[in-house]
Nanobody, 119 residues
């Protein structure tokens, strides 16, 4: 059974940093692209960043480019989202996502972690 766990959220002041972690059981994250999304209450999920496979190429939404960075730690079966220069508009619930193909595409989601940027 595949399970993704997201951790690292919390309250941070504007300009601060946080690092979110997405760890997996039942699935080697190193073999799949991994995505980070966020969702503000009442709005849809926004794709923020992705790390590809096998080349580990990264792409970012314009809203976070230059401030957020995604990386892998294959030894820990984890993917991280380092968030710098946080702004109040970054306040949201953050999720990791992996789309896996076996006989069909399946989407797996972490449970989400709240990030609140406020003074």
């Amino acid at each position: 059974q595949v399970q993704l766990v997201v951790s690292g959220g919390g309250l941070v002041q504007p300009g601060g940093s946080l690092r979110l972690s997405c760890t997996a059981s039942g699935l080697p994250l190193s073999r799949w692209p991994v995505n980070w999304y966020r969702q503000v209450r009442g709005k849809g999920r926004e794709l923020l960043a992705s790390v590809g496979y096998p080349a580990d190429s990264t792409i970012y939404a314009d809203s976070v480019k230059g401030r957020f960075f995604v990386s892998r730690d294959n030894d820990k079966n984890a993917v991280y989202l380092l968030m710098n220069i946080l702004k109040s508009e970054d306040t949201a619930v953050y999720f990791c996502n992996v789309r896996v193909f076996a006989t069909k595409w399946d989407d797996y989601w972490g449970q989400g972690t709240q990030v609140t940027v406020s003074s």
